[in-house]
C-alpha cells in the first residue's frame, strides 16, 4: 500500500520558525478483561405471529446467537500527540493523550469514536492545530498498526463466519427488494425467510394472483382508452378541425388531462404522454 508523505516533514517544516515540532506516539499496553463484543456465532431465524383483523400471520425474522466468538488478544494502544519545543535553551516537551483503543478497535471503529467531539475540540485548541492535522498525524503511525491486524483476524474463524452471515443478510435484502417491488411492501418476510427458504406458500399463491389480477385489469384498462383515443374522429389531421371543433377538443384534452395526469394515475405517465401527442395532432 502506497503510503502518504509524512506529516511528520510537514510540521517541522511548517512551524520550524516557532521552534517545535509535533508527532504521533502510539504505545502498547494491555487490558485486563478480554474483548466481550466478538461476532455472534450463529444466525437464526426468529418468527412472530399475531392475528389481524381475525386473520393469524406469521412474519419470518432473524436474530443472532447470545453465544459470541472469544477474542483472546487483550492488547490496546494508546494514542498521543507530543510536542517538542525550545524554551529558555533547553528542549521541553508536552503531550496530549487523544485516546486508547483495544485490539480488535482498531479495525471496528476509528480513533473519533473513542474521544467525545468536546474534549478533542479542547485538546486541538491546546495544541493549535485543525482535526485533520491531527488525524494526518495519527493515521501516519497507525496506518502499518490496522494493515497488521487487519492480517492477521482475516485468518480467524470469526471473520470467516462475519463474512458469511453479512453475505446471506445481503442475499437476503437483494430479494426482500425485489419480491416487494413486484408484489408490494412487507410482504416477502411473510413468505421466506432470512436464507430464502419458502415458509408460507398459501400466502405467496395469493399474492401471484392479486398480482396478475391487477396486470390484468391494467392492460385491460389501458387498452380500452387507447382505443377511444384511437378513434376515427381524433385521428383526422389538424387541417380538418373547425375553431369550434377545436374548442371542444381542447375542453376534451383538460378533463383527459386531469383524469390521467400521473399524479392521479400513479402509473409510468404512458396515458399522459399518448395525450399530449394528440393534442400536438389536433392542433390546439
Known sequence: MKRKRSYYNVLYSNYKGREFIMYCVIQKVVNKKPDLFGTPKELYVNSISFTIDGEFKTKYTYHYSEEKFERPITDAYKISIHKSFRKDGKVRKKQWVICTMSYYSLIEFWPGDCVSQSKLEEKLKEMGITEEELWDLVYEKLEPLIDEVKLEFERTEEYKTKKKQEKILEQHRKKKYAFEKKYGSDTYDYCYDVF???????????????????????????????????????????????????????????LAAKKFHPDVTKDDGSMMKFLTKLKEEWGI
Open 196 to 254: 430464502g427458504v419458502l415458509r408460507n406458500s398459501e400466502y405467496l399463491e395469493i399474492l401471484k394472483m392479486y398480482n396478475e389480477q391487477q396486470s390484468s385489469y391494467y392492460n385491460s384498462h389501458q387498452s380500452n382508452y387507447n382505443d377511444y383515443f384511437k378513434s376515427s374522429y381524433f385521428t383526422q389531421t389538424t387541417s380538418n378541425y373547425t375553431d369550434e371543433e377545436k374548442a371542444m377538443l381542447k375542453k376534451i384534452y383538460r
